[in-house]
Structures are given as structure tokens and as C-alpha cells.
């Protein structure tokens, strides 16, 4: 299972768009799954490093795009 995250930045930088997600996405997993969490983190320290990646896609068409995503998917024989 593969999961992607389509995002459409309007007036926001990438980095506030980056580091938002990344803020949003550690308290839900800290609230969501509590014990699974403090197993690895003993304190309350950074659930993500202070790095992201972001790519464009140049405005290539949104079907482009889930073709590509798509066949990234298929294991190589």
C-alpha cells in the first residue's frame, strides 16, 4: 500500500506548507497512537527531522501524474 499526498499551494511558502503538515501529522500520531510512539521515543523529542523533499511537476496534467505514481508501484522482475 503506497500513500501520497496531493497538496495545491496557493499564497503559503513550501517550507510553512511543509512544516505544517509535519506539526499536524506528529501530534496525531502522538495522541493516536500513544504507546506505540513512547516505545521508541522516550521523551518529547522531534517525531520528524528538520528536512522535507518537494517536487514540481511542472504542470503536467493530474492523470499524468497518477500514471506515473502508479507505476512506481510495480515490483521489478
Known amino acids: 500500500m503506497s500513500t501520497y499526498w496531493w497538496i495545491f499551494i ?14 499536524s501529522t506528529s501530534r496525531t500520531m502522538k495522541r493516536e497512537f500513544k504507546s506505540e510512539v513512547k516505545r521508541f521515543y522516550w521523551s518529547d523529542v522531534s517525531f520528524w527531522s528538520g528536512s522535507y523533499y518537494v517536487a514540481s511537476s511542472g504542470g503536467a496534467p493530474i492523470e499524468k501524474l497518477r500514471q506515473y505514481i502508479n507505476s512506481q508501484n510495480v515490483p521489478k522482475a
Open 10 to 23: 496557493t499564497d503559503d511558502s513550501i517550507s510553512a506548507v511543509a512544516g505544517s503538515l509535519k506539526a
